[in-house]
Antibody
């Protein structure tokens, strides 16, 4: 079964850091681009950051640029999102999603259940 | 990276048809056919309903259809069922090599 499982969420103080992980299984990990999307309370989905299958291409939303770094370890079938200088507005459920191909212009056909990040003092 | 524009809510009765619009610009929807639609139920993972403007993944009901004209994409649902009640999001690849979502539309089946 194709699956994505996020972990690493939690409560963090403003200005703090957090690293999210997303473990993939049931598919050839390196063949697919991956994206981190989030949903803040009462808000819609937002594409936070994405990475191509080989990790050579990435994108970041303006709202997080300079504060987050996306990476992947294809030997461990794991996607990461390193977040720093966290703000209250980063509070959200963070989902990882698999695109249907090696680049992130493809649609996202597999989603994890999400991990919750709360930024509060 | 402005979000695509969707109506906040739409509603319909069982058996009826509805259409949800998604308006972007020439830098996203108007530039590519990389437009997709997602169904999102509270507490669940989003589900891909449409990819590449109008294609349905295997397992998605043919009651769901979609199209694009210029900078606007549309999702239509025919023969509304109670289980269609959910939030629906459009998404597009952009000319700045990012992915942008719409603000979401809450579908209520009365």
């Amino acid at each position: 079964e194709v699956q994505l499982l996020e972990s690493g969420g939690g409560l963090v103080q403003p200005g703090g850091s957090l690293r999210l992980s997303c473990a993939g299984s049931g598919f050839i990990f390196t063949n697919y681009a991956l994206t981190w999307a989030r949903q803040a309370p009462g808000k819609g989905l937002e594409g936070v950051s994405g990475i191509g299958g080989t990790g050579d291409s990435t994108y970041y939303a303006d709202s997080v640029k300079g504060r987050v770094t996306i990476s992947r370890d294809n030997s461990k079938n794991t996607l990461y999102l390193q977040m720093s200088s966290l703000r209250a507005e980063d509070t959200a459920v963070y989902y990882c999603a698999r695109h249907t191909g090696y680049y992130y212009y493809y649609a996202m056909d597999v989603w994890g259940q999400g991990t919750t990040v709360t930024v509060s003092s | 990276q402005s979000a695509l524009t969707q109506p906040a809510s739409v509603s319909g009765s069982p058996g009826q048809s509805i259409t949800i619009s998604c308006t972007g610009t020439s830098n996203d929807i108007g530039a590519y056919n990389h437009v997709s639609w997602y169904q999102h139920l509270p507490g669940k993972a989003p589900k891909l309903m449409i990819y590449e403007v109008s294609n349905r993944p295997s397992g998605v009901s043919n009651r769901f259809s979609a199209s694009k004209s210029g900078n606007t994409a549309s999702l239509s649902i025919s023969g509304l069922q109670v289980e269609d009640e959910a939030d629906y999001y459009c998404s597009s690849y952009t000319t700045t090599s990012t992915v942008v979502f719409g603000g979401g539309t809450k579908l209520t089946v009365l």
